[in-house]
């Protein structure tokens, strides 16, 4: 395959200090463009006094080595960094190097059509030395690969790659069914053979189960299956088959032969993930293809990473299995063997200085207590403020730090996650602390953690499960679990479940390396849940015990939920909305549905015409809708002051559940008065207390009939509400009508000597009260004409940056003419400087053309994050065979609108 290529993006100088080796490297950090991602990557160059052409070393990760330093990003190990060990030893010794995070790890991104198959790894590989040829600095190109970053290496020779020398370390050289032989079967027959060995082992619950089924699992892929349910006893896992596919069509030990340069292969004497004599073995297949230059070393006292091993059997396999293991220091033999044999084969200008790689073999991390802590707050209180990775903290006096609200996203760092947000709080010297805000609808399989924890929960219900038992959670309850117990996380309710996690160690030096490890989370648990790994309920078979369990607890949970529908939220910038899991963003883009083509209002039909509701909700999703703005006559819900219109709530949740089946977000606009004669003499006879007391009802009725449902997308508590100035006549609360209907509403018929402002305040949160107390989730907004703005002239009282504090978003209406964007756009600008979404909830090309109205909504992107235009229950198809010059105005209008929909709603 021939790889174009691939381009530095972005370049970084960082240099190393001089206090671990003499051969001082300078370290680029590099972003490389390669045809199948963007790359994070370190070149590290030695220093060359005459500037000499130096041979440049690619490192080539194993599976233990995530990043480019050879991190394992996995909660509760030891930090390893093997890579960038590799990367001061081959300095050191005079070579340059260049290692580099995998995809979906540090920097590393992928592109569109990434796989994540080992074929595509060495794709990677293949234009990073493509690249490296390509620099003056360099004459030679030598390939290593650690461990399974051997047979990534030779994959890409296979397929055309040419490097001057290969180094393996730990490379294995079998069968892929072997790899699982060696390591987990023989775990098994260990566990086996003493009581003691059983107990231990039931904290590798996977590792057990896997070590009994692999034959089964590789047979599976042999058939061409795309996964294999791994099931042992309570513990059940879903292993995608995808690269144990590539083992059996390219074996590991065969793609030796496509190694045609002098080769070095090392292994350790105690290597417990790949057999000892896999070096040799792999020589040995390098001679018979007709590479005679190869040779095998075997370091003595060093495990699979070559670091030193435990004195006992016992202690190395409890190690190797816990990953307890990367805190033993490195084995310096195995680093002077690799620079004696890189200098003999691929000499170097540069003079090594040998004496560093014992210096950097035995060199360890500090631990939290051995740095030198700065003392905060001698003199005051000292804050500090919110960062990307850290949350607002009081220190109040030495030693003493305050997290005031753990469940703020305004005031706490965190990553989302399938999982949910998390992120850090607080680091002792010995111990930490982080959170977990759980989404509605979470479903996390059990899976055991290296150390333990002590979990509180502080908001919301939900479930824990633990070997295929369960036990419902609610604020104030308190659970341990013990290192390697498996532990699984439900939420069958409608709210998030906020949990705090205290670990009585501290595994984290720097909250960086927590924020980082959580990015690298959250793409791979995307990864899975695209691969079909389950992490919503509703992804479950209905019989699944989750399941079973969740309609025994809550009963009013959508338990079958295979055809629900996230819940909206404002997403953490305040600028635009996400689905309920935080990761996937909304863009509302959809249709008023005010009255249908003869003028009648949805009420008015909504029984005996129901089936043309139907066909008009399926035509509106047809057209590219997401959002049904629905308008609530007050005439038609209310009977009296306090009596809600139980029969018109029925046919409202009948809507909803329309809404729900057919994937659209209504907007539940409400206090309509737009039919005059409609109007109930009571009603306007009410005073301002009574009648704000009336409509405080009206949405107490409403809220409570769909709090539960999340095709809600808000509730737009009126029309175009004006607060006038002055004294109005009594019972005068409607304003001029358009087209036979009143739009706009007054909310007072007296100013008295209050502001305007004020009185809108006062009103919104009259309202917002009565729809909290029955549901405290679905957002709320107030549809405002443009006028709205504080500025001479006009205005409707309901001042944006003075009425926001209790609505979650804003809405305006604005429609687009010809000669006026700009100053409209300002308007809108205007709206959006309040610091909330923005949602253009009424437009239409009443008083511009076709393409205006087109650059109208896209410029009106930069502050808006929703549009909202107009249906009138005429298809396209009958529009066309209008003579009506409006019909064909909005048939047109409709063409566009569904042709712009792909653009519109995404992300800008």
């Given at each position: 395959m021939v790889l174009r290529t691939c381009a530095v993006v972005v370049v970084l100088l960082a240099v190393v200090g001089r206090a671990v080796f003499a051969h001082e490297p300078v370290s680029t950090e590099l972003k490389l463009d390669t045809p199948r991602a963007e790359v994070g990557a370190t070149l590290a160059v030695p220093e060359s006094k005459d500037k000499a052409k130096l041979p440049c070393v690619v490192i080539v990760g194993g599976t233990l080595s995530q990043d480019r330093d050879g991190r394992m990003f996995r909660e509760g190990i030891a930090r390893r960094d093997a890579l960038k060990r590799l990367a001061e030893v081959l300095a050191a010794g005079g070579y340059a190097s260049m290692r580099y995070d995998k995809v979906g790890f540090g920097t590393s991104k992928a592109k569109s059509g990434w796989d994540n198959s080992y074929?595509?790894?060495?794709?990677?590989?293949?234009?990073?030395?493509?690249?490296?040829?390509?620099?003056?600095?360099?004459?030679?190109?030598?390939?290593?690969?650690?461990?399974?970053?051997?047979?990534?290496?030779?994959?890409?020779?296979?397929?055309?790659?040419?490097?001057?020398?290969?180094?393996?370390?730990?490379?294995?050289?079998?069968?892929?069914?072997?790899?699982?032989?060696?390591?987990?079967?023989?775990?098994?027959?260990?566990?086996?053979?003493?009581?003691?060995?059983?107990?231990?082992?039931?904290?590798?619950?996977?590792?057990?189960?896997?070590?009994?089924?692999?034959?089964?699992?590789?047979?599976?892929?042999?058939?061409?299956?795309?996964?294999?349910?791994?099931?042992?006893?309570?513990?059940?896992?879903?292993?995608?088959?995808?690269r144990r596919r590539e083992e059996l069509t390219w074996p590991p030990d065969a793609m030796f032969a496509h190694i045609k340069s002098p080769t070095l292969a090392m292994s350790g004497e105690r290597d417990r993930n790949v057999a000892t004599d896999h070096a040799a073995k792999i020589v040995e297949r390098l001679k018979a293809a007709g590479n005679a230059n190869a040779t095998s070393i075997v370091i003595p006292n060093a495990d699979h990473s070559f670091q030193q091993v435990a004195a006992t059997e016992v202690e190395q396999v409890r190690e190797r299995f816990t990953l307890t293991s990367f805190r033993r220091p490195y084995q310096p033999q195995a680093y002077h063997a690799l620079v004696t044999w890189l200098r003999k084969t691929i000499p170097t200008p540069v003079k090594p200085d040998l004496d560093d790689l014992d210096e950097i073999a035995k060199r360890t991390e500090p631990t939290p207590a051995e740095s030198t802590a700065v003392v905060r707050a001698k003199d005051r209180i000292e804050i500090d403020p919110l960062t990307d990775i850290t949350p607002v903290r009081i220190h109040l006096a030495p030693g003493i730090e305050i997290v005031d609200d753990v469940g703020s996203v305004e005031k706490t760092a965190g990553v989302d996650t399938l999982e949910g947000r998390i992120g850090p709080l607080l680091l002792g010297d010995d111990q930490q602390a982080h959170f977990i805000d759980m989404p509605p609808g979470m479903f996390v399989a059990e899976h055991p953690h290296s150390s333990e924890s002590l979990i509180y929960t502080v908001r919301g219900s939900w479930v824990l499960c633990s070997n295929g038992r369960r036990h419902l959670m609610k604020p104030g309850s308190l659970f341990r679990f013990a290192a390697g117990k498996p532990t699984g996380y439900e939420v069958p309710f409608d709210e998030k479940a906020l949990l705090l996690i205290f670990k009585g160690s501290r595994l984290t030096k720097h909250e960086k390396e927590f924020i980082d490890y959580l990015k690298g989370m959250a793409e791979r648990l995307k990864k899975e849940q695209k691969e079909g790994i389950p992490y919503l309920l509703k992804d479950l078979p209905a019989d699944h015990p989750a399941r079973v369990f969740a309609r025994e607890v809550n009963p009013k949970f959508l338990a079958d939920q295979s055809n629900a529908m996230p819940w909206i939220e404002v997403a953490k910038d305040k600028r635009s909305f996400v689905m309920a899991s935080g990761v996937q963003p909304f863009v509302p883009w959809g249709f008023n549905y005010d009255h249908d083509a003869n003028g009648r209002l949805l009420e008015d039909y909504w029984e005996e015409k129901w089936a043309d509701i139907d066909a008009d909700f399926r035509e509106m999703k047809t057209l590219g809708a997401n959002v049904v703005r629905i308008h609530l006559q007050v005439a038609k819900l209310m009977v009296g002051p306090k009596q809600p219109n139980e029969k018109a709530l029925a046919q409202l949740v009948k809507l909803v559940a329309l809404a729900e089946r057919e994937k659209l977000y209504l907007d539940l606009t409400g206090l309509a008065c737009y039919h005059k004669?409609?109007?109930?003499?009571?009603?306007?006879?009410?005073?301002?207390?009574?009648?704000?007391?009336?409509?405080?009802?009206?949405?107490?009725?409403?809220?409570?009939?769909?709090?539960?449902?999340?095709?809600?997308?808000?509730?737009?508590?009126?029309?175009?509400?004006?607060?006038?100035?002055?004294?109005?006549?009594?019972?005068?609360?409607?304003?001029?009508?358009?087209?036979?209907?009143?739009?706009?509403?007054?909310?007072?018929?007296?100013?008295?000597?209050?502001?305007?402002?004020?009185?809108?305040?006062?009103?919104?949160?009259?309202?917002?009260?009565?729809?909290?107390?029955?549901?405290?989730?679905?957002?709320?907004?107030?549809?405002?004409?443009?006028?709205?703005?504080?500025?001479?002239?006009?205005?409707?009282?309901?001042?944006?940056?003075k009425i926001s504090e209790e609505l979650d978003f804003l809405c305006i209406h604005l429609y687009p003419e010809n000669g006026k964007l700009d100053e409209q756009l300002a308007t809108l600008k205007g709206f959006a400087a309040v610091g909330k979404p923005v949602v253009i909830e009424e437009t239409f090309p009443l008083k511009c053309s076709p393409a205006q109205m087109t650059e109208f909504l896209e410029r009106s992107r930069e502050h808006a994050c929703g549009w909202i235009s107009f249906y009138w229950g005429k298809p396209i198809e009958e529009l066309h065979k209008s003579s009506s010059i409006g019909d064909a105005i909005l048939a047109q209008w409709l063409e566009q609108f569904q042709k712009l929909s792909p653009v519109m709603t995404s992300p800008r």
């Open positions: 074929l595509a790894d060495s794709q990677i590989v293949a234009a990073l030395v493509e690249h490296i040829r390509k620099q003056p600095a360099f004459d030679r190109v030598i390939v290593l690969g650690e461990s399974a970053g051997g047979y990534v290496a030779c994959l890409a020779a296979m397929n055309g790659m040419k490097a001057d020398a290969f180094v393996f370390l730990g490379a294995h050289c079998g069968s892929g069914a072997d790899i699982y032989a060696y390591n987990f079967e023989r775990l098994v027959k260990y566990v086996e053979q003493y009581s003691e060995n059983k107990a231990w082992a039931d904290k590798l619950p996977y590792e057990m189960a896997i070590g009994k089924h692999y034959r089964e699992m590789f047979a599976a892929a042999e058939r061409g299956d795309a996964t294999f349910e791994l099931i042992d006893g309570s513990f059940r896992s879903t292993q995608h088959l995808a004669q409609d109007v109930p003499e009571w009603y306007d006879a009410l005073s301002e207390a009574e009648r704000w007391q009336t409509q405080a009802a009206f949405w107490r009725a409403v809220a409570k009939q769909c709090a539960n449902s999340p095709a809600i997308f808000c509730y737009d508590l009126m029309n175009e509400p004006v607060v006038p100035g002055g004294r109005r006549k009594d019972g005068d609360w409607l304003g001029p009508p358009f087209a036979g209907k009143h739009f706009v509403q007054v909310i007072t018929l007296d100013q008295k000597e209050r502001p305007r402002p004020e009185i809108a305040k006062q009103w919104i949160h009259t309202l917002v009260t009565a729809i909290r107390e029955v549901d405290r989730r679905h957002l709320v907004t107030v549809g405002l004409v443009d006028w709205s703005l504080d500025r001479p002239g006009l205005t409707s009282g309901f001042v944006p940056d």
